[in-house]
């Protein structure tokens, strides 16, 4: 087997070697922060709460054990919009927890100035469709602000957090994903978790990180996911993709709010045979391709899926990277299933969403059955 | 790029191009100096043009409502490259508009050299006891062009400059004052020039000789450690690089990055 990879060439052959699922590969996509690898300890005890809940728990955790962290942003002090705040201003002090004037620009400028002086800048944008006042901060600043001073000057405890994802009635400003955006900056870890025992290990990961973070939070999710989660200190890893359910005939990779749309796809597609491997990528960027080249290696097909709209999404880069990556070993196009190329809509959300009729029926099925055919008479023909 | 230096010995963050994007840094770093306790302010630096950036106005209001201990110093020299004060704004000038946003504001003439120092003096003071800001106005007027790449005699006349570098010079002003005193002089002047060309010689000498750093640098401090998809562009590129170096700057060295 080993001589038929090698004949297509040296970059397939490394590509597709099976991992083992906890092997590091030997330069790390994980940082040098003190983010240790540990999975949450089950044994802890743990409390049922929805992601709003875990997301307050993990800031309280991260002022209480830092004294040098701070949370601001617009009506954090009440305890937020979505609640994520509640009680921090009455236990930490109006001077560590605090309202800041209506302007995402200076939100996230002052949370550069007091990151740079070795601080934990906890900035809330109150929902990711307004953070565009804030882009130059992000981009100009922010990202490279270590990049420009040759390491002199850093703003690694810059993180700011947004609700961003559909709600059922957000409409164009209250529903947008604008991640892809982000992606495409050298400098930045955009971080999205999809359940309230990822959200705060994630969280408290990302706040201590000593680069600057983009945390986007499921809005949908806030209320509506409960679990389990350990009540004391923990943190999940950084750019360490996860696969949550195993599965041999097709890879599908997510995040956020889309994980729960997927796996329901992948339960209905097991009832007719087909066996899903899921994958949360958590961390966009620096993202684990790693892990999903691992499994696409032993699946043969990707499918990526997001809510943000389809062209120039995230998923044209998972999907070039592993086209590249392992295009011998595929047995079909890389499918996306994302929002359409349209502001995101009031009246036709429903017809919007990349639900999961969208997910299993139109886009896949159809191309495992033919592709099945396909490969088997070609390995036919290779292998004799 | 000349002016984007930074220093962390000399408490100096490092330039960028981007106008008044700073000024907001200045409020977030003076509000971690108060809650510090610091005998310490901040001061940022900005001009004309710099107060119409949208930057500006987000840091003034800051400032105020989250009383930080910062000194906004307004460089209004007359000109946003080729655009003039008059094209910039309408109020009366920046002072005004500190004013606005609650913060103490208080206009210097830019070239009297002592009335500056009294004043930044005296705001730094009030910034730190206070622990709010103030707005300094300095009103000054830009002799030289934009860059080296400017000839700004093509939007504004040559006597303009002409004027403002003979009858408001501040180096000349100062220098008649010390005179005056009696404790400076033709010598001292010479002795002054002399010493700082033979400085300013000496370091172009010094830095012209300092070897380029390797192309490896360019991947690092992009984060705290190098992540994967950079050792692998690195890599290619030097791959790419050894193969056709004809087509690169030769004094670049080619070294791997060390791994993490």
Redesign the interface.
Same mark, same amino acid.
């Not at chain 1, 490279?144 to 850093?154: A, E, H, I, L, V």
């Not at chain 2, 000024?23 to 100096?33: E, I």
């Given at each position: 087997m080993a001589s038929v990879l090698g004949r297509y060439g040296r970059k397939w052959s490394l590509g597709c070697v099976s991992y083992h699922k906890n092997h590091l590969?030997?330069? *790390?996509?994980v940082? =040098?922060?003190a983010v240790p690898s540990e999975p949450i300890q089950q044994q802890q005890a743990g409390r049922s709460m929805n992601l709003y809940s875990a997301i307050n728990q993990a800031l309280h955790i991260a002022l209480e054990s830092d004294s040098r962290s701070y949370v601001f942003g617009e009506d954090v002090g009440f305890g937020g919009v979505f609640r994520c705040t509640t009680g921090l201003a009455e236990r930490f002090g109006k =001077?560590r927890v605090?309202n800041?004037?209506l302007?995402e620009?200076?939100i996230?400028?002052?949370?550069? /100035?007091?990151?740079?002086? %070795?601080?934990r800048?906890v900035a809330e944008i109150q929902f990711a469709d307004y953070i565009f006042?804030a882009f %130059?901060?992000i981009v100009?600043?922010a990202a490279?602000?270590?990049?420009? *001073?040759? /390491?002199?000057?850093?703003c /690694?405890g810059l993180t700011i957090r947004a609700p961003y994802g559909a709600v059922g009635h957000g409409g164009h400003y209250h529903s947008q994903s604008p991640e892809a955006f982000f992606c495409h900056v050298?400098?930045i870890?955009v971080v999205i978790p999809r359940s309230p025992s990822q959200a705060k290990g994630l969280l408290l990961s990302s706040i201590r990180d000593?680069?600057p973070v983009v945390f986007f939070e499921p809005k949908w999710l806030y209320r509506l996911s409960v679990e389990e989660v350990p009540e004391h200190d923990y943190m999940l890893p950084l750019?360490e993709a996860e696969v949550i359910r195993e599965g041999s005939d097709i890879t599908l990779v997510g995040w956020g709010a889309q994980l729960s749309i997927m796996e329901q796809a992948c339960i209905d597609a097991e009832k007719e045979g087909i066996s899903c491997e899921l994958i949360d990528l958590k961390t966009l960027i620096?993202w684990d391709?790693?892990t999903v080249e691992a499994s696409v290696s032993k699946t043969g097909r990707l499918l990526v899926s997001h809510e943000a709209p389809i062209t120039g999404g995230f998923g044209a880069e998972i999907s070039a990277s592993i086209v590249e990556r392992c295009f011998l070993r595929l047995e079909a196009p890389v499918s996306r299933v994302c929002g359409l190329d349209t502001p995101f809509p009031l009246v036709f959300e429903p017809f919007y969403m990349p639900n999961k009729n969208k997910v299993s029926r139109k886009y896949w099925f159809p191309k495992i059955c033919v592709t099945t055919w396909c490969s088997s008479a070609s390995w036919q023909l290779v292998f004799g | 790029m000349p002016v984007?230096y930074?220093?962390?010995k000399l408490n100096y963050?490092?330039v !960028?191009s981007?106008i008044a994007?700073q000024? $907001?840094? !200045?409020?977030?770093?003076?509000?971690?100096?108060k809650?510090d306790g610091k005998d310490a302010c901040v001061v940022g630096y900005f001009g004309d043009g710099g107060s119409s950036e949208?930057?500006f106005h987000? !840091?003034l209001?800051?400032a105020a409502?989250?009383e930080a201990p910062v000194i906004f110093l307004c460089r209004n020299n007359g000109w946003a490259i080729s655009t003039p004060a008059s094209d910039q704004f309408r109020s009366d000038g920046v002072v005004v508009k500190g004013q606005a946003y609650g913060v103490r504001s208080i206009r210097v003439d830019g070239n009297d050299a002592l009335a500056m120092y009294s004043a930044v003096r005296s705001a730094r003071e009030m910034a730190i006891t206070e622990q709010k800001p103030i707005l300094i106005e300095a009103v000054t007027y830009r002799v030289g062009h934009h860059t080296t790449s400017d000839d700004s005699t093509r939007y504004r006349p040559l006597e303009e400059i002409e004027w403002w570098q003979m009858a408001r010079n501040p180096l000349t002003l100062y220098r008649k004052w010390l005179e005056s005193n009696g404790w400076w002089n033709d010598e001292a002047e010479a002795e002054l020039r002399s010493n700082s060309r033979k400085e300013l010689l000496k370091a172009i000498q010094v830095a012209e000789k300092i070897e380029k750093p390797p192309v490896g640098d360019m991947f690092?401090?992009?984060?705290?450690?190098? $992540?994967?998809?950079l050792?692998e562009q690195e890599k290619l590129l030097q791959q790419t690089v050894t193969r056709y170096p004809q087509d690169y700057p030769s004094d670049v060295p080619v070294r791997a990055v060390p791994?993490?």
């Open positions: 590969p030997r330069f *790390s996509t940082t =040098h922060s =001077h605090f800041t004037p302007c620009q200076g996230v400028g002052f949370a550069i /100035g007091l990151a740079a002086m %070795d601080n800048a006042p %130059d901060q100009n600043e490279k602000f270590r990049y420009r *001073s040759g /390491g002199q000057f850093n /690694g050298p400098g870890k000593q680069n750019s620096p391709k790693e | 984007h930074g220093s962390k963050f490092t !960028a981007t994007s000024l $907001p840094h !200045a409020v977030g770093a003076a509000y971690s100096l809650m949208g930057d987000a !840091a209001n800051f409502v989250l690092t401090d992009v984060y705290d450690a190098v $992540p994967s998809n050792f791994s993490s």
